[in-house]
């Protein structure tokens, strides 16, 4: 059974950090990619970011891009998402995700994700 639990989200101000993290068990962590998604009030879930099964590749949406860091540990099965110059934008519930299918690339789409975690909340005051 995959289980994909989330930690770390909290309130912080604009400009500082934080850094979530994701612990994967049920599958064999390092050979599946990985995602963050988030969802904000009122709006539809949003791809953030993705790491390949090995590490070696990485994509981000535009919005976040130069601001926030995956990383994968397939010693530890977690991926962490480490987020600085936060922004009020950036409020949302992430969520962590595994593809569905094995040693293959990174994808935006969520359909080609299986499993979620139950989402941690960030809010970012102004």
């Known amino acids: 059974q995959v289980q994909l639990v989330e930690s770390g989200g909290g309130l912080v101000q604009a400009g500082g950090s934080l850094r979530l993290s994701c612990a994967a068990s049920?599958?064999?962590?390092?050979?599946?990619?990985m995602a963050w998604f988030r969802q904000a009030p009122g709006k539809g879930r949003e791809f953030v970011t993705a790491?390949?099964?090995?590490?070696?590749?990485?994509d981000y949406v535009a919005s976040v891009k130069g601001r926030f860091t995956i990383s994968k540990d397939n010693a530890k099965n977690t991926v962490d998402l480490q987020m600085n110059s936060l922004r009020p934008e950036d409020t949302a519930v992430y969520y962590c995700?595994?593809?569905?299918?094995?040693?293959?690339?990174?994808?935006?789409?969520?359909?080609?994700?299986?499993?979620w975690g139950q989402g941690t909340q960030v809010t970012i005051s102004s």
């Open positions: 049920g599958r064999t962590f390092n050979k599946y990619s």
């Open positions: 790491i390949s099964w090995s590490g070696g590749s990485t």
């Open positions: 995700a595994i593809q569905r299918l094995p040693l293959r690339g990174i994808y935006r789409d969520p359909v080609e994700y299986d499993h």
